[in-house]
T-cell receptor, first 110, second 112 residues
């Protein structure tokens, strides 16, 4: 079945620095979604990418969908303490179900 | 405001007991899902439903069942709780294929 791999599993970032988390699928995806889960909270939908090569921005967050629609990335610039949490990608293939990656847990050093 | 609520928030049960976790949404979403979250595994799909009387197995459905008698509710039942089912359970709903999921606050289940 479809597998979505996410790297790195943990990201320790100095406040103000940039970082990127990556998501790779074993199969071509129809779309990919990103979620954020704060410590002790529940996943919250951030964005969906549908088109090959699509790039979307939300303030300091930049989301990209690969040309082959098998990978995606989330880049955060000028990391703040409010960025702490776990970021999940979730890929949807032709069977319409979402498959979640294991997540990247981000901690920020002030 | 529309919402999705899970109950209870915390539950401790004994091995072998039947347990039911509730999920209720007022979004009028047809699509509802149950996931479990364990460290290192992310979110794994247990069961899902695309409408009333429709239920489907996910990737980790063994030992779990669901029923969908109305649009608002998708209760998750553990037939005979096992220690391996200790986890955090999230219910989610969605308007459709092109939309994100709205998650409930989760139920932390401990099987002793």
């Amino acid at each position: 079945g479809q597998q979505v791999m996410q790297i790195p599993q943990y990201q320790h970032v100095q406040e103000g620095e940039d970082f990127t988390t990556y998501c790779n699928s074993s199969t071509t995806l129809s779309n990919i979604q990103w979620y954020k889960q704060r410590p002790g909270g529940h996943p919250v939908f951030l964005i969906q990418l549908v088109k090959s090569g699509e790039v979307k921005k939300q303030k300091r967050l930049t989301f990209q969908f690969g040309e082959a629609k098998k990978n995606s990335s989330l880049h955060i610039t000028a990391t703040q303490t409010t960025d702490v949490g776990t970021y999940f990608c979730a890929g949807r293939s032709n069977d319409y179900k979402l498959s979640f990656g294991a997540g990247t847990t981000v901690t920020v050093r002030a | 405001d529309a919402e999705i609520t899970q109950s209870p928030r915390h539950k401790i049960t004994e091995t072998g007991r039947q347990v039911t976790l509730a999920c209720h949404q007022t979004w009028n979403h047809n699509n509802m899902f149950w996931y479990r979250q364990d460290l290192g595994h992310g979110l794994r799909l247990i069961h899902y439903s695309y409408g009333v009387q429709d239920t489907n197995k996910g990737e980790v459905s063994d030992g779990y069942s669901v029923s969908r008698s109305n649009t608002e509710d998708l209760p998750l039942t553990l037939e005979s709780a096992a220690s391996s089912q200790t986890s955090v359970y999230f219910c989610a709903s969605s308007e459709g294929q092109g939309h994100g999921y709205t998650f409930g606050s989760g139920t932390r289940l401990t099987v002793v």
